[in-house]
């Protein structure tokens, strides 16, 4: 371990990032930061600590070193350089560019495989279209850099003070011994994820116990592992899926996911925990005095690694699916899945279940898939309600389950958590505050034009950003009862039913506002939204909206709800009659 200048670090030295890294990843304020280090070192005329590295020495070149930890730094005060490189003299340029950058056809330092080509074109001045996660935070990073470098007046002294900045080397003549450094160390500004402690953890314990017997394997996991998630978080951005774009979404979420489909020892774990399980069973297979206790430490290595990356690789089948497949398009993107139900449904696509048909009495056009959509909306979204220990209890048992049973268990909770009678009664109450909304008018769109939207059509609607629009205003500039109402607590208690909401483009709802429902016929005869379209057809021919429009609205589209998300079709009874007295007695004066 030594304090050592960049200049001095740099010096004759060759850079690889190792494969089982993970991609860059710096923010702008991690830019930010770092210039103001420099420019405070410069206005101090002092040196200025900047952080740690690890590295590990190559086998079979002298120059060549692995970075463990510290790529982030590495990379970025690279990028500093070449932009400060760009507005030097001809030959002050050369010279700076054969000590930190390139050395004849060999860059100094190299990136992932995935990023290499990327990278160097960054350093020639060609700014490519980025591929993938890293790559887009390269070319922010590199945007940045070129700003903040144009600002500068004196670039050769500015240069000079980056070289002057210090850090803290650890060199290991060893993957494996640097790993076991890397646990104790956090890039500033970007703290090391807890999958990131376990890879490490792993590694330490293969290292000291198993003679680095699997450091290999669970680098070259775990490397495959990173990959994949930053493919599911660029495609979570790019489909914009709530759960997966959302900041604070990241390996540690999916490595919680897979927890419970691993281990029923926590139904609801945090990262944190999922790491103490790790260190604990590890621990307790070190000191258990027997003699196949490094064989099992070995056996339980190779099992949870194997487990984690076929969890993230299905996860990423799954979202993949969202990009040409319009029903998992609305799962994912218009419903929102919730976060309990992925392990569900990445193990029912391990198993190739999501699109076989269900066997059940009046189940056999469903399949699984439209039994987690089904349950999304019913128990999910409308009951409002998290299940979570019955869900994982199902998931962690679920590879020993035949088809037919995880049916049945599934009907079982289904019905467990939103009766029949339950549903009806959220569809026949305020229903507003349901997040389903959306997707249950989009679905009805479908269902009474007769064709389904494509993905295309799925993504340029998501683009209108809809709302839901009531119909008679909240804010009502009407006499209630003129429209059927006894007074104003009368109408309050229907308007937020079903039947008094629809589904209306953000610009659209704007313009509507509180009108009156016949005022609205205009605005939602413009709505791309057939529900919509048709619901200001009928108003204009009425020439209003009343109470008993509301209702039987209501009924009409409870009736499709119930069909559409079912409780089990070989019990379920007509909803049609549900409301007949309540309306026919409502148009007599009794309610």
């Known amino acids: 371990m030594a304090s050592i200048k960049v200049k001095d670090f740099f010096n004759g030295r060759f850079f690889e990032i190792p494969k089982y890294q993970r991609g860059y990843a710096w923010e702008i304020q991690n ?12 206005e101090s005329n002092s ?13 079979d070149d002298d120059e060549k070193f692995y970075v463990v930890d510290g790529q982030q730094r590495i990379t970025t005060i690279t990028i ?11 030959r002050d340029s050369a010279y700076f560019e054969r000590f930190y950058l390139k050395e004849d056809d060999r860059y100094r330092i190299s990136p992932l495989n995935r990023d290499r080509q990327f990278f160097t074109n960054l350093l020639e001045s060609v700014i490519g279209e980025p591929q993938n996660k890293s790559q887009r935070f390269l070319k922010d990073a590199n945007e940045e850099i070129s700003f903040k470098v144009s600002q500068i007046a004196d670039k050769l002294k500015f240069l000079k003070s980056v070289e002057k900045l210090e850090v803290m080397e650890f060199v290991e003549n060893s993957e494996g011994d640097a790993i076991r450094i890397f646990q104790t160390v956090n890039d500033r500004g970007k703290p090391l994820s807890n999958m990131e402690k376990a890879k490490s953890l792993l590694i330490y314990f293969s290292n000291r116990y198993l003679n680095k017997k699997l450091d290999n394997t669970i680098n070259e996991y775990f490397s495959d592992i990173f990959e994949i998630y930053d493919d599911i978080k660029l495609q979570g951005e790019e489909l914009s899926i709530n759960l997966i774009k959302n900041r604070d979404f990241n390996e540690d979420n999916l490595m919680r996911y897979h927890f419970v489909s691993y281990s029923n020892e ?10 103490q399980f790790l ?13 196949d206790s490094y064989a099992k430490i070995e056996i339980f290595i190779n099992s949870y690694i194997t487990s984690l990356k076929d969890f993230f690789t299905n996860c990423k089948t799954v979202i993949e699916k969202a990009k040409t497949d319009s029903k998992y398009y609305k799962l994912f993107v218009i419903l929102n899945l919730s976060a309990t139900l992925y392990p569900l449904i990445i193990k029912l696509e391990k198993l190739g279940l999501l699109d076989q048909n269900l066997v059940g009495a009046g189940r056999q056009k469903f399949t699984f898939f439209d039994l987690v959509e089904l349950i999304e909306v019913r128990v999910y979204k409308t009951r409002g309600t998290d299940p979570k220990a019955d869900i994982s209890r199902l998931v962690y048992n679920i590879d020993n389950k035949k088809a037919k049973d995880i049916e049945g268990w599934l009907i079982w909770f289904n019905n467990r958590w939103m009766s029949k009678e339950e549903f009806l009664s959220n569809l026949f109450g305020g229903i507003y505050g349901n997040r389903a909304l959306n997707h249950i008018f989009i679905n009805y769109c479908e269902y009474i034009s007769g064709t389904e939207y494509d993905c295309e059509e799925l993504k340029a609607i998501a683009t209108k950003n809809p709302n839901i629009e009531h119909v008679l205003a909240q804010t009502p500039t009407f006499a209630p009862r003129a429209l059927g109402f006894k007074n104003k607590e009368d109408f309050i208690d229907f308007e937020h039913n079903l039947g008094n909401l629809t589904i209306l483009e953000k610009s659209l709802n704007s313009s509507v506002q509180n009108k009156n429902a016949i005022d609205k016929v205009d605005g939602y005869g413009r709505s791309v939204f057939i529900i919509t379209k048709k619901l200001g057809s009928e108003i204009d021919t009425k020439k209003g909206f009343t109470k008993t429009d509301l209702q039987l609205r209501t009924k009409e589209l409870a009736d499709y709800c119930v069909e559409r998300w079912w409780s089990d079709k070989s019990i379920d009874q007509p909803v049609a009659a549900v409301l007949n007295e309540t309306i026919d007695s409502t148009e007599n004066g009794n309610t």
């Open 279 to 291: 260190k604990n069973q590890l621990t307790k297979f070190r000191n258990d005095g027997k003699t």
């Open 266 to 275: 926590n139904y609801d774990p945090t990262a944190a925990y999922v790491l």
């Open 80 to 90: 500093i350089i070449s932009a400060l490189v760009k507005s030097l003299s001809e």
């Open 47 to 59: 040196n200025h600590y900047i952080g740690t590295i690890v590295l590990s020495k190559s086998s």
């Open 31 to 42: 830019i930010r930061e770092l210039f103001d280090d420099i420019i405070e070192s410069i």
